[in-house]
């Protein structure tokens, strides 16, 4: 498995950006497909984006398409949630996760991820 830290929380205003990282170690995050999920208080933790392990393909949740974009860094083992015009909707604990070998169809489900971080708070105001 490998291990996941997340950093970059943190309160914004509405319509504000924050970016996300989430450092990997223990071993190649070129190995992982890598995914963003997120959780509200009283909610279930749901998708927000995916990248797989080649980087060449990119999956959103159609409520943060074309404002948040996803990308990976391995040669410095991370890999960034950057979230512009961020929402009060968009409030939640960000956690980060790995999944072995994953196919680019299934990244969407919480399932089939090995590894989580414990996340990251995003507070967008209004």
């Known amino acids: 498995q490998v291990q996941l830290v997340e950093s970059g929380g943190g309160l914004v205003e509405s319509g504000g950006s924050l970016r996300l990282s989430c450092a990997a170690s223990?071993?190649?995050?070129?190995?992982?497909?890598l995914g963003w999920f997120r959780q509200a208080p009283g909610k279930e933790r749901e998708f927000v984006a995916a990248?797989?392990?080649?980087?060449?393909?990119?999956i959103y949740a159609d409520s943060v398409k074309g404002r948040f974009t996803i990308s990976r860094d391995d040669a410095k083992n991370t890999v960034y949630l950057q979230m512009n015009n961020l929402k009060p909707e968009d409030t939640a604990v960000y956690y980060c996760?790995?999944?072995?070998?994953?196919?680019?169809?299934?990244?969407?489900?919480?399932?089939?991820?090995?590894?989580w971080g414990q996340g990251t708070q995003v507070t967008v105001s209004s």
């Open positions: 996760a790995a999944g072995m070998g994953a196919p680019a169809r299934t990244l969407t489900r919480v399932s089939i991820y090995d590894s």
């Open positions: 223990g071993r190649a995050s070129g190995d992982y497909a």
């Open positions: 990248i797989t392990s080649s980087g060449v393909r990119t």
